[in-house]
């Protein structure tokens, strides 16, 4: 039993601790720094962005789950388009496929949330606390002033950082102006708060505390990536023969220095610095060969170049590579190899999505229209004689001005429709109707119709008449 805990409790020590990374200069990392300032700046300001608009509130992207609109610019997504979103889900995993069987886990490595949000919280740990030798020293050091200064400095913007990600989020699906006033003076729904401790807490635990963590413990992606992955699939990739050559890696000591010392004695290229190993954000040894861990982000690539650079060696150690490039005797210059059925296959599921998305959007009706039979019951005789059938009609507008509708009739005389004491059909900008609708015919004129068309005309100039198929019941 003690035997059992103690190994369970140095396995939970093993496990919990961070990797503390070093920081690195290069393509990648600048690559990194670019899409995070992009996604950030897109985040963090579009709920900001005012829009110019009749039917809703003036904010460029809104996702109005009181109204059940969502707003994105000029585009009005109303219920009945939720269809977009399963289309909308496709095309993210085909992309996501497409991407994997081409160059890895790119999405991962630069555009992930969780590495784009621990990518800021480490750089926040370097700012205040230092380069990774001065973190790992601080780590280890008890608390005192230095300690609680720079370490609970770091935590507080992790978690100022973590509330205002939260409040961005929530301020999309609400007025954010008003929303962000009502916060702070208590007067926002419980929902949004609820949704601001929620996010806050999630945010910091996930790229605060967590890290890594996630990303080898918790999502799933990294354990199916491999299904997707193919040898001519270009990877971050060590070039086991290049840096261990026939008798291993080896520091440069005298008579191991130069590139020519090293190669006539048999010894690879890599100097066994543990500079990429340092640098990795999830902490493992890319030498030992693609792991499930590496999210590609490329870190290694800079750090190992950069050490190329300074011995005087050739770069591309580790690179971006492909496992069949790597087996051939002598490697050739990576390229993207994309003339596979997989990756083919991926790109066309894509192409065909997104076109068909984008079509769907282009041809959008303005307005929407169900008509229903009332079936309970499916007639009735009038005491004239006549046959009356029930319709409930539901006119959705979805234009950003006030709509008005005629209806008519071909199959049926006009004199058939009875609306009431409906003066006209009007739906207000970005609503809808439901209107009840009688179709009175004589008994010789229903014995004839079982269908006939209603055909409904918006008084906007241009606009085209619907029309509806519809049934007509009668007494057999
Ligand atoms: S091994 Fe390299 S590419 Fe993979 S996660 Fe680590 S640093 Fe990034
Ligand atoms: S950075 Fe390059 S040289 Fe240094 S240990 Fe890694 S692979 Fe070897």
């Given at each position: 039993m003690q035997a059992g805990s103690a190994k369970q409790s140095t396995l939970l020590h093993k496990t919990i601790p961070i990797v503390v990374t070093r920081s690195v200069k290069g393509k990648f990392r600048n690559f990194k720094t670019a899409v995070m300032v992009l996604a950030y700046s897109i985040y963090f300001s579009l709920p900001w962005l005012p829009w110019a608009r009749?039917?809703?509130?003036?904010?460029?992207?809104?996702?109005d789950l009181a109204t059940r609109r969502f707003f994105i610019f000029d585009l009005i997504v109303y219920?009945?388009?939720?269809f977009w979103l399963a289309m909308l889900l496709f095309i993210a995993a085909a992309l996501l496929f497409f991407t994997t069987g081409l160059i890895g886990r790119a999405w991962c490595g630069f555009f992930c949330f969780q590495t784009l949000w621990t990518d800021l919280f480490i750089l926040i740990e370097q700012t205040i606390q230092g380069e990774r030798n001065a973190r790992l020293r601080l780590k280890k050091q008890p608390w005192n002033l230095e300690k609680i200064i720079k370490v609970g400095g770091s935590h507080f913007l992790m978690i100022a950082i973590s509330f205002w990600t939260a409040v961005t989020f929530a301020a999309y699906f609400t007025h954010a102006p008003q929303f962000v006033r009502d916060l702070f003076t208590g007067h926002a729904a419980d929902a949004g708060y609820i949704t601001v401790l929620a996010l806050t807490i999630t945010t910091y635990a996930a790229a605060g505390l967590l890290r890594e963590h996630i990303c080898t413990?918790?999502?799933?992606y990294a354990r199916f990536q491999g299904v997707m992955y193919e040898s001519d699939t270009l990877a971050v990739s060590y070039d086991t023969r290049r840096g261990e050559g026939e008798k291993g890696r080896t520091i440069p000591i005298v008579g191991l220095r130069t590139h020519e010392e090293r190669q006539a004695q048999g010894h690879?290229?890599?100097?066994?610095?543990g500079f990429c190993v340092q640098v990795c954000p999830t902490g493992i040894d890319i030498r030992d060969g693609?792991?499930?861990?590496?999210?590609?982000?490329g870190l290694c690539i800079d750090a190992c170049n950069n050490i190329m650079d300074s011995v005087g060696y050739p770069r591309?150690?580790?690179?971006?590579?492909?496992e069949s490039n790597l087996n051939n005797p002598i490697p050739k210059?990576?390229?993207?190899?994309?003339?596979?059925l997989k990756v083919l296959g991926y790109a066309a599921a894509l192409l065909l999505m997104s076109g068909l998305l984008f079509y769907n959007i282009g041809t959008r009706a303005q307005t929407e229209i169900t008509v229903q039979q009332?079936?309970?019951?499916?007639y009735t005789v009038l005491s004239d004689g006549n046959i009356r059938n029930r319709y409930q009609i539901h006119i959705v507008n979805k234009t950003e001005h006030a709509e008005t509708y005629t209806l008519s009739a071909e199959?049926?005389?006009?004199?058939?429709?009875d609306l009431g004491n409906l003066p006209a059909i009007k739906v207000r900008a970005a609503k809808d109707l439901t209107l009840n609708l009688k179709i009175n015919l004589s008994p010789e004129a229903a014995r004839k119709t079982q269908e006939f068309d209603l055909i409904i005309t918006p008084a906007t100039q241009g606009a085209e008449p619907i029309k509806i198929e519809t049934n007509f019941s009668s007494p057999k």
């Open positions: 009749f039917s809703g509130d003036n904010q460029a992207v809104m996702f219920p009945q388009d939720i413990l918790a999502c799933p690879g290229d890599c100097i066994d610095c693609l792991q499930y861990q590496c999210i590609s982000c591309g150690l580790i690179r971006y590579d492909s210059k990576p390229k993207l190899e994309w003339m596979r009332v079936r309970q019951p499916l199959g049926i005389p006009d004199s058939a429709i």
